[in-house]
């Protein structure tokens, strides 16, 4: 059973850049798997950040596209986001998931809260 | 993007009833629909994916149905753990997106 536990700063300050890494346990990032970033505003719905292939094909969201980076780290077994210029508007948990057709397995999330 | 609109936003049930939860595409997503549940502080859960293929482990009083636009989300005999929030999502193309959520209260 696959595990996801993402990491990172709870704060970030406006106009800065939030960075979290996901470390993937119980299996690994080059299966025949895509792996995504997904957040959730508090109080709110969900939104799809991107996605990531192990040879480093992505897809992101249009209206994010312009500020993300997701990579990932296959010595490391481990997954990485990165936003930059955020606002309070980025305020969410945010959560990394295994992508089988659906979203299958999803990490605990992590709350990040910008902020000066 | 694809808008995913879900109705009702907030249901109210009592133990034993049957839901039904309705998820609409603004356009053909073909069967590329998910369904998740999430209670609060946790992450969502995958209950049905390509809209009516019941996920491992998920009780068989859940069941998906639909094609196209038009989805939804049944729960036979609603029990005491499935008070919680629900989405659908569509996979189909990018960017996927979540419908809103449906909120299942006691009534």
């Known amino acids: 059973q696959v595990q996801l536990q993402e990491s990172g700063p709870g704060l970030v300050k406006p106009s800065g850049t939030l960075s979290l890494t996901c470390a993937v346990s119980g299996g690994s990032i080059i299966n025949s798997n895509w792996w995504s970033w997904v957040r959730q505003s508090p109080g709110k719905g969900l939104e799809w950040i991107g996605e990531?292939?192990?040879?480093?094909?992505?897809n992101y969201n249009p209206s994010l596209k312009s500020r993300v980076t997701i990579s990932a780290d296959k010595s490391k077994n481990q997954l990485s986001l990165r936003l930059s210029s955020v606002t309070a508007a980025d305020t969410a948990v945010y959560y990394c998931?295994?992508?089988?057709?659906?979203?299958?397995?999803w990490g605990q999330g992590t709350l990040v809260t910008v902020s000066s | 993007d694809i808008q995913m609109t879900q109705s009702p936003s907030t249901l109210s049930a009592s133990v034993g009833d049957r839901v039904t939860i309705t998820c609409r595409a603004s356009q053909s997503i073909s069967s590329w629909l998910a369904w998740y549940q999430q209670k609060p502080g946790k992450a969502p859960k995958l209950l049905i994916y390509k809209a009516s293929s019941l996920e491992s482990g998920v009780p068989t009083r859940f069941s998906g149905s639909g094609s196209g636009t038009e989805f939804t989300l049944t729960i036979s005999s609603l029990q005491p753990d499935d008070f919680a929030t629900y989405y659908c999502?569509?996979?189909?193309?990018?960017?996927?997106?979540f419908g809103q959520g449906t909120k299942v209260e006691v009534k």
């Open positions: 999502q569509q996979y189909n193309s990018y960017s996927w997106t």
């Open positions: 990531i292939y192990h040879t480093g094909s992505s």
């Open positions: 998931a295994r992508v089988v057709g659906a979203i299958d397995s």
